[in-house]
């Protein structure tokens, strides 16, 4: 029985190193995977995911108002997928995430979306919060504070590294505009004035 999974993380935990390596794993033994992501996350290069460590694939873009059962049934019926990678999964529009699950429960092929839970401001977004309420299993992908404890939440920094406290919730970027903390130093970073 096909699942949807989600990975959750905040920045820089290794969700996109994990996606890749298990993408990788189907691959060497013969099975194709499809590896999805936003079309506006192009800092890979457009359909391109890379993690920290170097790793990198190509990827197929989606928009946020693309049918996503609809392109993998498609591609399916073309060439049979074994299992479909969703990374940066908190872009997801709340029907994509209903989609996926229909790619799981209705053709059978297993998803594993991966992706953050929260906002720098602490608040779900969207695809998360569809993902965490329906996703057959959820798997927390743990890295940690500067304290040593688990970091759980994330703060978003401009340019001269201070703390921002509003703004977008959707902002790409990495390490130089993102850093993960735990909660006791998050609210602390958060209530500086």
């Not at 927390?140 to 590294?161: F, N, Q, S, W, Y």
């Amino acid at each position: 029985m096909a699942k949807l999974y989600f990975s959750y993380a905040t920045m820089n935990a290794g969700k996109s190193t994990l996606l890749l390596q298990a993408s990788y794993n189907y691959q060497e033994r013969g099975m194709r995977t499809l590896v999805l992501i936003a079309a506006f996350d192009d800092r890979a290069g457009q359909g391109r995911i890379s993690s920290r460590i170097g790793l990198s694939a190509d990827a197929t873009a989606f928009a946020h108002e693309d049918d996503l059962f609809a392109m993998i049934k498609e591609q399916h019926e073309q060439e049979k997928i074994a299992c479909v990678f969703v990374d940066e999964a908190q872009f997801l529009a709340e029907e994509q995430v209903w989609q996926l699950a229909r790619v799981a429960d209705r053709i059978g092929i297993p998803v594993m979306a991966y992706g953050l839970r929260t906002d720098f401001q602490g608040k779900l977004f969207p695809g998360s919060m569809a993902l965490l309420a329906i996703a057959d299993e959820l798997r927390e992908v743990r890295t940690i504070c500067h304290c040593g404890r688990k970091a759980t939440m994330v703060v978003r920094l401009d340019a001269e590294g201070r703390v921002i406290r509003e703004g977008a919730q959707i902002e790409v970027g990495g390490n130089e505009k993102y850093v993960s903390y735990c909660r006791t130093h998050w609210e602390d970073l958060m209530n500086e004035v």
